[in-house]
């Protein structure tokens, strides 16, 4: 008897929580809005105390190891050594995925059926989730923010990101990857303001097998909340124009 | 009445008279050591020989990579040492560097170069 | 064909003819455009579109990319560069109504382009800044996504973006300054109305040294003609710089349309720029 009116009192509990899912006509959980993480994952995917450049902050990484091939292990350590001028976001260079997802810097998502786009505030980038059973096109093309094809699986849109170039970093800590980095992003609401999301990073060049990092999206609530800009590489040559 | 439909080409980025000199037109023969596959204008690397014997690295700008990736055509698609016949304009500054108008490859395929100027198929 | 056929029918000044044919079919209630809408009720005018005469070198002297080689290089073939006409129709001498002091400096800077041996003559879309509202619009094709509450603009070169809300909320600070400016848009029947503040300029508006100060103030009109076409109209406004506001118009047209399957892809600028310097250089050390 106990157990059925537990049952009972569970059913109810679960619809309120599923019902506060904002969806689209389509039914899909609605990811549209503008999202930020506080993770500090941007300086380091692991577990770091603060440093001059470094806020302190526990990891995103999955078991904390990341699986470095030997030789790649020592480029990563000679990579933090040299991060001052060596972290691509230093010249402004877009930050490839998932990186572009954790800067310290919001993002607005606009989701159609067959296409999630994102904008990011970070140098205008800008990721089209083509969502309409299309296929990457052939290889290999060398971009920064690779090619996204996303498909909904249940409530949580799956995409699949290649086509990278090498010359992008996870983290300002001198984690990186090679062209061959097959990344799988996973968005899920996990109630209407919070998006769990994480990226199964996959690179048969660097690592000995795949490894996961695992974060917290976090939507803006302010009233008209909206994007402004982040032309980094513009801040030298402000000053000359108009 | 036809409608008409916008055909825009990729439209150049600046003043090429900023940087190449239109007087210096220039053919070279070499072979193909590297290729940048970048925008805003993509890069190749020759080495030719100089009649003097000695070989000099020449760098070849050509258009966006967009237009080629989306006609299917890949990096890989041009083996490093493969001999090259590059024709275009010498960069005013004195360095061995052209802006390409046009690239050809033994088998005869024309690479579509000229970050902007005649010949280029967009223009 | 049919522009001589209205010449004749409407007599009148090209802008007064643009005006008049947009009003009429609105008038007789059919807009063959008005048939598509989005979920939300705004006519659907998403895709990719273009201008007709695109080309950032000039607004007053439009003609396409290449600029100066091109041009020299056609006039040693004996031909003539193929310039359209002024893209501005007020004020009707097609000029842009400078200030004494804005004229002399778009002309310094027009003399400079070819040999820019300072930064500030060096074109800033060279340096893949973002073109802002009025550059980005001719430079390239663009596409328009539309959600519940907002317009979207994807420029296809360098990928800028505009985020336009329909809400009616106010723009930041005007201390803020942006590139892409700051934009509120609102439906008209199927006129697109945009209100652009927090512009900081510092993209130009061409080529060949026209600029507007960071107190610019746009105020765009696209209208959705029929399902291929759109008028596009631009009021300029800066009293820091010029006499008075003044008119730029073009025609827009979906583009891309022999590939229903197109998609827009990476254009990244900025990292693999070599250019900027490199003319520089040259210009510096007395190149010709």
Aim: hydrophobic share 35%; aromatic share 10%.
């Amino acid at each position: 008897m106990r157990r059925l009116f537990l049952l009972f009192a569970l059913v109810p509990v679960l619809a309120w929580s599923q019902a506060a899912l904002p969806r689209t006509a389509d039914g899909k959980p609605n990811l549209s809005g503008i999202w930020q993480v506080m993770t500090t994952a941007d300086w380091d995917i692991q577990d770091h105390q603060a440093r001059p450049d470094a806020p302190a902050g526990l990891g995103v990484v999955e078991g904390g190891e990341i699986p470095y091939q030997p030789w790649a292990l020592a480029k990563k350590k000679d990579n933090f050594e040299k991060r001052a001028s060596a972290d691509p976001l230093t010249k402004c260079y877009l930050p490839g995925v998932p990186r572009i997802t954790y800067t310290p810097l919001p993002f607005q998502i606009l989701q159609a059926e067959k296409q999630v786009s994102i904008f990011y505030q970070y140098a205008h980038a800008v990721r089209f989730i083509f969502a309409n059973g299309s296929k990457h096109p052939e290889g290999h093309i060398d971009w920064w923010l690779g090619d996204s094809r996303g498909e909904w699986q249940g409530d949580t849109l799956a995409v699949d990101v290649i086509h990278f170039n090498d010359q992008t970093w996870f983290d300002r800590a001198g984690n990186f990857h090679s062209e061959e980095l097959h990344v799988v992003e996973r968005y899920t609401l996990s109630d209407a303001d919070h998006i769990r999301y994480e990226a199964t990073i996959e690179d048969p060049k660097v690592f000995t097998r795949p490894w996961k990092m695992s974060l917290l999206l976090y939507r803006h609530k302010e009233p008209n909340i909206q994007l402004l800009e982040h032309e980094c590489y513009g801040f030298d040559y402000e000053k000359y124009y108009p | 009445m036809t409608l008409l439909v916008a055909v825009i080409p990729l439209l150049a980025h600046h003043s090429f008279s900023a940087e190449y000199d239109i007087d210096k037109p220039v053919t070279i023969t070499g072979t193909l050591t590297k290729l940048e596959w970048v925008n805003p204008h993509g890069w190749i690397y020759v080495d030719v020989k100089g009649a003097d014997g000695k070989v000099v690295n020449w760098a070849v700008e050509f258009g966006g990579p967009n237009a080629l990736l989306r006609r299917g055509v890949r990096k890989t698609d041009f083996p490093l040492g493969v001999e090259l016949v590059v024709k275009g304009y010498r960069a005013k500054n004195g360095t061995p560097t052209v802006n390409g108008t046009s690239v050809k490859f033994p088998d005869g395929r024309n690479l579509y170069t000229g970050s902007s100027g005649p010949g280029a198929p967009e223009d | 064909m049919l522009r001589l056929r209205l010449r004749k029918i409407l007599p009148m000044k090209r802008t007064m003819r643009v005006k008049m044919l947009l009003t009429l079919p609105l008038l007789a209630g059919l807009l063959p455009g008005q048939a598509a809408k989005t979920a939300d009720g705004q006519p659907d005018m998403q895709g990719f579109w273009a201008a007709e005469v695109g080309g950032t070198y000039s607004l007053v002297n439009p003609r396409r990319g290449g600029g100066r080689l091109r041009e020299q290089l056609l006039e040693r073939e004996g031909k003539k560069a193929p310039i359209k006409q002024s893209r501005i129709t007020d004020p009707a001498d097609g000029q842009i109504p400078y200030q004494p002091w804005a004229r002399a400096r778009q002309q310094e800077i027009q003399a400079n382009i070819d040999r820019p041996a300072k930064q500030e003559y060096i074109d800033p879309q060279a340096r893949c800044l973002p073109d802002g509202p009025i550059r980005s619009i001719f430079w390239s094709a663009y596409q328009i996504l539309q959600f519940p509450g907002y317009v979207v603009f994807v420029y296809e070169q360098n990928h800028p973006y505009r985020i336009i809300p329909l809400d009616g909320r106010p723009h930041p600070s005007q201390d803020v300054k942006l590139w892409m400016g700051d934009s509120r848009g609102h439906w008209e029947g199927n006129t697109l109305v945009v209100d652009v503040a927090n512009n900081n300029s510092k993209s130009r508006l061409d080529n060949e040294g026209d600029f507007a100060s960071d107190k610019l103030h746009i105020v765009e009109r696209y209208t959705f003609v029929d399902a291929k076409t759109m008028e596009y109209q631009a009021t300029l406004e800066d009293p820091s710089v010029y006499t008075r506001p003044w008119t730029i118009q073009a025609r827009m047209l979906r583009t891309h349309l022999k590939d229903p399957k197109y998609e827009q892809w990476e254009d990244a600028c900025h990292e693999g720029e070599k250019n900027a310097d490199a003319s520089l250089q040259s210009a510096q050390n007395g190149g010709n």
